[in-house]
């Protein structure tokens, strides 16, 4: 091993060990550091025995082993741990030095360490880091952002141990200034909540509506992981269905379903909010995941609050056609939505993002990897200014494709009883995004009757707002408008 390593790593959970690891095996030296000096020695004399890496036990120990400028990632709990981590780091470092934070940052946290950071003299990246253990081992998809000068200094590292496409492009680029890495992580991971919700609602109806097993679930996923909805999820569906508890028995059909959130979902339907975009299959995915949770109630509420269909007794061959349709219909407006959300945040938060080469980014290593996502970026290079995807041609033919069938399935699931809030908030997006003339007027106007916050008119220039004394008993003072 050099006497001084080419970058340091603090927080050796599963993560960060398998990053480590990464980098070594790419041919980069590095020194670990963990606030538990038990795990630097179990990892040093483990999984890391004999390669270049050098365990370290303070961080004046581990700022001292690193080569000029000095480069640090931590792969520790978002929050307050940061911050302390930061804190700590100060007084060892100088001028040019560079912290990395690669955890599940919230990017408003990170725009403010990177504007701390610069105020020290130091360099501050916040990069979204997906693939789980084994993309962080052999490759994940890395979305760094902040302090633009930071980018050349981490450029060969993260290229070189991200995945790679089929022609050899790294998934890895540069997206923006402050924030911009951790809140395109943060819309990943929202349309990873979409992209699950969509799955297990199919499941759903294939379970409890067509009445299928496992084995034949397992069957028609694996065939339609053959074709365009060829994708990491779908195809880790298939081993689950296809996996045996020691019994013999499918081990899915024994987990309770109780699903577990972190919380970056929920940020992303925040920010939405903020933002004035209705990013509503994600949210639905996440109040999904919220229902599940109060499985107690619900096993309660499934005594008292029945409904009893007749039998299905349709085409079980038409309506998984179908259902294959409304899946992928549905993971267009996912998509759809989710650049909305970073076009809306590019131009609040003056980010010059490279909507092309962020589903590029997305195309190996991170948990929605997918064909579907080169269509994306051949959307954007022949529309860098595209307002949405489902205005791109090749996506618009295959909405209209899929929309008989997509409306077939969600009349049947209720029909049924069956929720499947992310199918149908997906088909009542596109059909009021496709309305030319949607109810709002009578909403406005109501706006306008109980609180005078008045309205604009269609035969009057837009910009002009009016107000009306509804009752005559009311004024001529109206309220100031207000728009997300």
Known sequence: MENLSDIGLVGLAVMGENLVLNLESKGFSVSVYNRSYSRVESFI??????????GTSSVEELVASLKR??????MIKAGQAVDEMIETLLPHLEKGDL????????????ERRRHYAESKGLLYIGTG??????GALLGPSIMPGGSPAAWPLVKPLFQKIAAKVDDGTPCCDWVGEGG???FVKMVHNGIEYGDM??????YHIMRDMLGMTADEMHQVFSEWNKGELNSYLIEITVDILAFRDDDGKPLVDKILDKAGQKGTGKWTVTAALDQGIPLTLIGEAVFSRCLSAIKDERAKASAKLKWEPASFTGDRKAILSDLHDALYASKIVSYAQGYSLMKAAGEEYKWNLN?????LMWRGGCIIRSIFLGKIKEAFDQDPGLANLLLDPFFNKKIERAQAGWRRVVAAAVTQGLPVPAISSALAYLDGYRCASLPANLLQAQRDYFGAHTYERIDKPRGEF????WTGRGGETSSSTYNV
Do not use: C, W
């Open 45 to 54: 004399n483990g999984r890391a025995s004999g390669k270049m890496i050098r």
């Open 69 to 74: 400028p000095r480069k640090i990632m931590l």
């Open 99 to 110: 912290i990395i934070d690669g955890g599940n940052t919230h990017f408003p946290d990170t």
């Open 129 to 134: 880091v997906s693939g789980g253990e084994e």
């Open 180 to 182: 911009a890495g951790h």
């Open 197 to 202: 919700q969509l799955i297990t609602e199919a």
């Open 355 to 359: 909507y092309g080469g962020i589903a």
């Open 466 to 469: 009016f107000h009306t004394n």
